[in-house]
């Protein structure tokens, strides 16, 4: 188990050795201790660790016991229990041991284990033990304020969050909505958070603390006025200006800008709030604004590749290769968080720019991620542009996805790879070869589904497709697919226009789905029917084939001037459709 990692058995038996294993103490003989021998006046002593001294001041007042045959096998319970996943098991007899022991540090693993297995009411009995072994631990009075916080226990919580605010008020006000779980978003909620703030009111944390839980229960103007108050007390201060923006953005793209506008032009430095200004810019598709935000946060923070990043997305959606290129080509050398990332905009970039052997290498530069999957496809797409298809198949089949999902979606790369050469009979190896691997994968079984249509094998498609359906019974494509199919290539009418209508419900304005609903309607010789749906289907998206099935109708129609019109008009866009073609020839208008 992922969380035993962090406390492995041999740590855990040191644990109890030092715990439980100093034997029980006895009447003795008196022990002459020499005293140290007095050191000349002015001579410095030992250098003294208050942390050390504190360790050990903690450590003399931990429970001394002797370490029996009963506490280690119920501790080597517990322990191999977790590391099976019997969590279950490994809680309870912790927290047997910690009632047992009343060792703070038993206690705590008890606590840490009853949260894992998801039991709060273990969790707070033994944080229970955990504080009463161990008053001072600061540690022990966090969890068990969020526990009682969690339970919706305010009256307990409220004055343990008192005594920790005490330590670090600052801090403590920063992270205190973190810690509220279930009460986050109450009345009850803010009302506890201010009156602990009460306490505090020259302290902008404390403010704010206040403004994070009104926001979260919906009270805007009251946040918006303890985020005022917090700026008299800190002007200039950024995350209660960055708070506010985002409570301004939440009705009004044109309030937040205007608040951070007339921030900035006060407090022209404070980065975190220009860059919010910049997206919010975005969000609202002022995009020139927004680049020239970017590049004078690039300009001011050079090194800072989070912006120089930003600026070089904005630029390539903007159109603007070069200056993409440059922004992502400079955060390379800012050590970005995903290089990666940037390897593969600079590829699109370079793209854009018709530098195809630049935009390659830069795709080469992805070696793993989220990125690595689609920087190899179109790695492999430049090969196939190049003239060099086979090099492009070897480059996907040699990839190695770091997960079952990109696996599959670098086989799905292989097999389009062939179809653009329309090697139809590789591709279906291909796809068969994928299914061995991972025959339950929805996405293959429909590609596989496709690749046999092509070869005839129409058994195959309707299994596959079948399959897909169990796996995603909302999936209208497949429903689309099949239906389509049976009514284009068999006599099973009925049954098509039952799997078509599945798909039409699941996806109403699909153009696709109405153009094979109309498809269906006219192959059962409904030709009226037809003609709305295929209509409907063109006006959403002037396809090819749409607008060869619906000059089809228009001809059967007697409407031949309209249906030779319009397949000649689509014809101009996409001269080498083959579907468009062979209707063509059918009909020789």
């Avoid at 439980?20 to 006895?26: F, I, L, Y």
């Avoid at 370490?67 to 007899?93: C, H, M, N, Y």
């Avoid at 996806?507 to 309607?521: K, M, N, R, T």
């Amino acid at each position: 188990m992922a969380f035993l990692k962090t406390f492995p058995l041999y740590a855990a038996l040191a644990l109890v050795a030092t715990a439980c294993s100093q034997p029980a103490v006895r009447a003795s003989q008196p022990v002459a201790v020499e005293s140290p021998a007095p050191q000349p006046a002015g001579a410095a002593g030992p250098a003294v660790d208050p942390g050390a001294e504190a360790a050990a001041k903690a450590q003399a007042a931990w429970p001394k016991q002797p370490l029996t045959p009963d506490i280690l096998f119920k501790f080597l319970i517990a322990e191999v229990a977790g590391q099976r996943g019997q969590i279950g098991v490994a809680q309870s007899t912790y927290l047997d041991l910690a009632r047992e022991t009343r060792d703070p540090r038993i206690a705590r693993r008890a606590a840490e284990m009853s949260m894992f297995a998801h039991n709060p009411a273990g969790a707070l009995a033994a944080t229970k033990l955990w504080l009463a072994a161990e008053p001072d631990s600061e540690t022990a009075q966090q969890t068990m304020a969020v526990l009682l916080l969690n339970g919706g226990n305010l009256a307990e919580a409220e004055p343990i969050l008192r005594t920790l605010l005490k330590k670090e008020p600052a801090n403590g006000f920063l992270h205190l909505t973190a810690v509220m779980g279930k009460i986050r978003g109450s009345q009850a909620g803010l009302e506890m958070v201010e009156r602990l703030a009460a306490d505090y009111p020259t302290l902008p944390e404390a403010h704010f603390a206040v403004a994070q839980a009104a926001a979260s229960a919906g009270r805007n103007e009251a946040a918006i006025a303890a985020l005022r108050k917090a700026d008299t007390l800190r002007p200039g201060w950024e995350p209660a200006a960055l708070l506010r923006a985002q409570i301004l953005d939440q009705t009004s793209h044109a309030d937040a800008l205007a608040f951070m506008r007339e921030f900035l032009a006060a407090h022209a430095e404070a980065r975190e709030v220009r860059l919010a200004y910049a997206r919010v810019l975005v969000s609202a598709n002022r995009f020139d604004e927004a680049r020239a935000e970017f590049a004078r946060l690039a300009r001011d923070f050079p090194r800072n590749a989070e912006v120089g990043f930003a600026a070089g997305l904005l630029s390539l959606q903007m159109g603007d290769a070069q200056a993409a290129h440059d922004f992502l080509a400079k955060t390379l050398e800012d050590n970005p968080r995903d290089p990666a990332a940037v390897y593969y905009y600079l590829g699109q970039a370079a793209e854009q720019m018709k530098q195809p052997e630049a935009a390659g290498a830069y795709y080469a530069g992805v070696a793993a991620g989220n990125y690595l999957v689609p920087a190899r496809t179109r790695q492999a797409a430049l090969l196939v542009e190049a003239g060099k298809p086979d090099e492009a198949s070897a480059l996907l089949k040699a990839t190695r996805g770091e997960n079952d999902a990109q696996n599959v979606r670098l086989i799905q790369a292989q097999a389009e790879v062939l179809r653009g050469s329309k090697q139809y009979t590789a591709v279906y190896a291909v796809l068969s070869d994928g299914l061995k691997r991972y025959p339950d994968s929805a996405d293959l079984l429909y590609d596989h589904a496709m690749a046999a249509e092509k070869l005839g094998k129409l058994d195959v498609l309707e299994a596959d497709l079948r399959r897909v359906i169990v796996l995603r019974p909302m999936d209208a494509q497949a429903y689309n697919a099949l239906g389509y199919t049976l009514a284009d290539r068999t006599r099973r009418l009925p049954e098509a226009i039952v799997l078509l209508d599945k798909a039409l419900e699941l996806s109403p304005e699909d153009p696709f789905i109405l153009d094979s609903v109309g498809w269906a309607q006219y192959r059962s010789g409904n030709l009226p029917r037809a003609q709305e749906y295929l209509e409907r289907a063109y006006k959403t998206r002037p396809d090819p084939e749409i607008a060869a099935h619906l000059g089809e109708v228009l001809w059967t129609r007697g409407q031949r001037d309209a249906a030779s019109e319009l397949w000649q008009s689509s014809l101009q866009n996409h001269p080498q459709n083959e579907v468009l073609l062979e209707t063509l020839h059918r009909f020789k208008p």
